[in-house]
């Protein structure tokens, strides 16, 4: 499967100070190639789950279905309804609109195929984009996707790769439409194998929402509605907030320490329920759990602009970007517990990880699940970490 594993991309944004200087190399494990999960199980809920004491390191093999019995009954469950957008698409090169001479205008430029990666959208028709070949495609250069009923322009270059393309309809359908049509699922380039029909539905959370993610909240994938139904009688109080999960969450650390990596900012949205029930929670001693790094993310990096803005909630409604680096030695002011699938070695969610539960803890928690035979990553099993 051709595939972005991002390897390429160097994009230089704002990051927060670092708290700790960490090797990267600290942060590594050993993975069998054969326990990285290349499709889900039949039912969502049939993962397994491993249960960590953040305090004791103390683990316990269980099971996802077992969820509900595992909380107390009194937590505050923060979801993220991101939707994942089918962000890969294939199209055609068309020439440019300019009628001067180019190098793009050559016959053998104008017939290749083009790969296209939607990372991030800044207008209703323009995104920010990965192209491949990306070297070889030029400012005005046009392409073309099915029989020329979406049609695309490059606006701009940037570094390696990216690229800011505007779209336009050919015909009645609106972009959304074209790319629900042309797209392909973005499966993370450690799945070694072609979308197919089937990852439509399950590499897409049961309540997502709201479109523009380029990859899953993969924590959230475990849940059914039968699932969040026994969870809700068990009087557990569930909200929601989106980020779209972007280049920030799976952008591989190139740097030797953590301290020289570069977050990618990602933007999200916390509604005023949210922000209402979170501090509800707060007031009255009951726990703040997390489903997922991205969710993590969002409330810490509110949280931490709130404490700047000298707010008395303990996070802010609205629209923000997170560029936030969770590492350890890392002050979380909100989340208390976490739900998180397993991560790449090396990797920002693991460095994030165990800013939350402790490198030791943490990678020893993964190689009692590499013994024990745990799926792993995207579509694998999942902790539940307090």
Same mark, same amino acid.
């Given at each position: 499967?051709?595939?972005?594993?991002?390897?390429?991309?160097?994009?230089?944004?704002?990051?927060?100070?670092?708290?700790?200087?960490?090797?990267?190399?600290?942060?590594?494990?050993?993975?069998?190639?054969?326990?990285?999960?290349?499709?889900?199980?039949?039912?969502?809920?049939?993962?397994?789950?491993?249960?960590?004491?953040?305090?004791?390191?103390? =683990?316990?093999?269980?099971? =996802?279905?077992?969820?509900?019995?595992?909380?107390?009954?009194?937590?505050?469950?923060?979801?993220?309804?991101?939707?994942?957008?089918?962000?890969?698409?294939?199209?055609?090169?068309?020439?440019? !609109?300019?009628?001067?001479?180019?190098?793009?205008?050559?016959?053998?430029?104008?017939?290749?195929?083009?790969?296209?990666?939607?990372?991030?959208?800044?207008?209703?028709?323009?995104?920010?984009?990965?192209?491949?070949?990306?070297?070889?495609?030029?400012?005005? +250069?046009?392409?073309?996707?099915?029989?020329?009923?979406?049609?695309?322009?490059?606006?701009?270059?940037?570094?390696?790769?990216?690229?800011?393309?505007?779209?336009?309809?050919?015909?009645? !359908?609106?972009?959304?439409?074209?790319?629900?049509?042309?797209?392909?699922?973005?499966?993370?380039?450690?799945?070694?194998?072609?979308?197919?029909?089937?990852?439509? +539905?399950?590499?897409?959370?049961? =309540?997502?929402?709201?479109?523009?993610?380029?990859?899953?909240?993969?924590?959230?994938?475990?849940?059914?509605?039968?699932?969040?139904?026994?969870?809700?009688?068990?009087?557990?109080?569930?909200?929601?907030?989106?980020?779209?999960?972007?280049?920030?969450?799976?952008?591989?650390? !190139?740097?030797?320490?953590?301290?020289?990596?570069?977050?990618?900012?990602?933007?999200?949205?916390?509604?005023?329920?949210?922000?209402?029930?979170?501090?509800?929670?707060?007031?009255?001693?009951?726990?703040?759990?997390?489903?997922?790094?991205?969710?993590?993310?969002?409330?810490?990096?509110?949280?931490?602009?709130?404490?700047?803005?000298?707010?008395?909630?303990?996070?802010?409604?609205?629209?923000?970007?997170?560029?936030? =680096?969770?590492?350890?030695?890392?002050?979380?002011?909100?989340?208390?517990?976490?739900?998180?699938?397993?991560?790449?070695?090396?990797?920002?969610?693991?460095?994030?990880?165990?800013?939350?539960?402790?490198?030791? !803890?943490?990678?020893?928690?993964?190689?009692?699940?590499?013994?024990?035979?745990?799926?792993?990553?995207?579509?694998?099993?999942?902790?539940?970490?307090?």
């Amino acid at each position: 499967m051709t595939s972005y594993s991002v390897s390429f991309v160097c994009l230089k944004r704002f990051t927060a100070r670092l708290p700790l200087l960490m090797r990267l190399d600290e942060l590594n494990y050993h993975l069998p190639q054969e326990q990285i999960a290349q499709r889900p199980l039949e039912r969502r809920e049939a993962s397994r789950l491993l249960r960590l004491d953040r305090s004791s390191g103390v =683990f316990e093999d269980r099971l =996802f279905a077992e969820l509900s019995n595992l909380l107390r009954g009194n937590e505050l469950l923060v979801l993220n309804n991101a939707r994942v957008i089918p962000a890969r698409l294939f199209g055609r090169r068309a020439g440019v !609109h300019s009628q001067a001479p180019s190098r793009a205008t050559r016959s053998e430029h104008l017939s290749g195929k083009v790969e296209i990666f939607l990372v991030r959208q800044l207008a209703s028709d323009t995104w920010e984009s990965l192209v491949r070949p990306g070297r070889k495609m030029h400012v005005r +250069e046009r392409i073309l996707f099915g029989d020329g009923e979406l049609e695309c322009e490059v606006l701009a270059r940037g570094e390696l790769g990216l690229r800011t393309l505007r779209f336009v309809s050919r015909d009645q !359908h609106n972009v959304g439409e074209h790319f629900e049509r042309f797209g392909h699922v973005p499966l993370p380039p450690y799945i070694d194998r072609p979308d197919e029909t089937s990852d439509r +539905e399950r590499y897409q959370t049961v =309540f997502a929402k709201n479109p523009g993610a380029i990859a899953a909240p993969t924590a959230g994938l475990h849940f059914s509605t039968q699932i969040l139904e026994k969870i809700r009688a068990r009087g557990v109080e569930i909200c929601e907030l989106t980020l779209d999960v972007g280049l920030g969450t799976f952008q591989p650390i !190139h740097s030797e320490t953590l301290e020289g990596h570069v977050m990618h900012a990602e933007s999200y949205e916390i509604p005023d329920e949210t922000v209402d029930r979170i501090h509800a929670a707060r007031i009255a001693g009951r726990p703040i759990v997390a489903v997922g790094t991205t969710v993590v993310r969002a409330l810490e990096d509110s949280a931490r602009r709130a404490a700047e803005a000298g707010s008395s909630n303990l996070v802010l409604a609205g629209r923000a970007e997170a560029r936030l =680096f969770i590492v350890p030695g890392f002050p979380f002011r909100v989340v208390e517990g976490l739900l998180t699938n397993f991560h790449l070695p090396r990797s920002t969610l693991l460095a994030l990880v165990s800013a939350f539960a402790g490198r030791d !803890h943490v990678l020893a928690a993964y190689r009692h699940a590499v013994d024990a035979g745990y799926r792993f990553y995207s579509y694998g099993d999942c902790m539940l970490i307090r």
